[in-house]
């Protein structure tokens, strides 16, 4: 019955995926033409326009799995906010606020740094180990 419904539920596989590869294929095009160190006015324009195309199909193939009944709402929401977790850790992680790639910590190195994120977005903790 509807009791045990819920049992059986866990969060969206498609969601997780669309959201995550959505997001972080965003941020790079962010880190290259939005905020990035070489960003002009017109890759600015063309950039956001690319990172609102991507977030709305990733936001369709999630949603889809709640239209089509194949997920409860919050397994299509926990999966799309899991997809983007990952996303960001994985790409400030690699990647700092000017779009380039962050310095490689060197063997035995343990670094710790907290960095102005892009823009008004606040700040990145950024852990470097090896």
Known sequence: GIWFDGRR????????????????LSLSIGG??????DATALSRSLG???QAVL???????????????????G????GSMFGI????FSYWRRFGTNGRPRPRAKPGETTVSLDPGPGEA????????L
């Open 85 to 88: 977790a990952v996303a960001n």
């Open 32 to 37: 290259q033409y939005v905020w990035g160190r």
């Open 48 to 50: 956001l326009a690319a």
């Open 75 to 78: 397994d299509v929401m926990t």
């Open 55 to 73: 977030l709305t199909s990733g936001v369709f193939v999630a949603g889809s799995r709640f239209d089509d009944g194949r997920h409860h709402f």
């Open 9 to 24: 539920s866990f969060m969206s596989g498609h969601s997780v995926s669309a959201m995550n590869f959505t997001t972080y």
């Open 122 to 129: 606040g700040l990145a903790l950024t852990v470097r180990y």
